[in-house]
Nanobody, 110 residues
Framework: VQLVESGGGLVEPGGSLRLSCAAS????????MSWYRQAPGKQRELVAT???????NYANSVKGRFAISRDNAKNTVYLQMNSLKPEDTAVYYC?????WGQGTQVTVSS
């Protein structure tokens, strides 16, 4: 199983980024997919989850700003991040537990 994230980078507060995670080696359409993040000195936290049928849930800290989606034809899950804040700065990980990607850095700074 391989999960490969992309789309991280440096963005100013209020800006947007779209993360992508391409999966291989799993029956993607059968599994829940999640994004976690880990900021320096903090525990890894759940950001958003999308179930095989498309139902979603979000951490309170990102509700209304982030949107998770999936394209089963492309074996890819996305995280659209809008109205970014400095406290969103973290390494973002894609997961279909117990499998994890390598992470992609998101830095929100002026």
């Amino acid at each position: 199983v391989q999960l490969v994230e992309s789309g991280g980078g440096l963005v100013e507060p209020g800006g947007s980024l779209r993360l992508s995670c391409a999966a291989s080696g799993i029956s993607f359409n059968l599994y829940a997919m999640s994004w976690y993040r880990q900021a320096p000195g903090k525990q890894r936290e759940l950001v958003a989850t999308i179930l095989p049928g498309g139902a979603t849930n979000y951490a309170n800290s990102v509700k209304g700003r982030f949107a998770i989606s999936r394209d089963n034809a492309k074996n890819t899950v996305y995280l659209q991040m809008n109205s970014l804040k400095p406290e969103d700065t973290a390494v973002y990980y894609c997961t279909s537990i117990p499998h994890w990607g390598q992470g992609t850095q998101v830095t929100v700074s002026s």
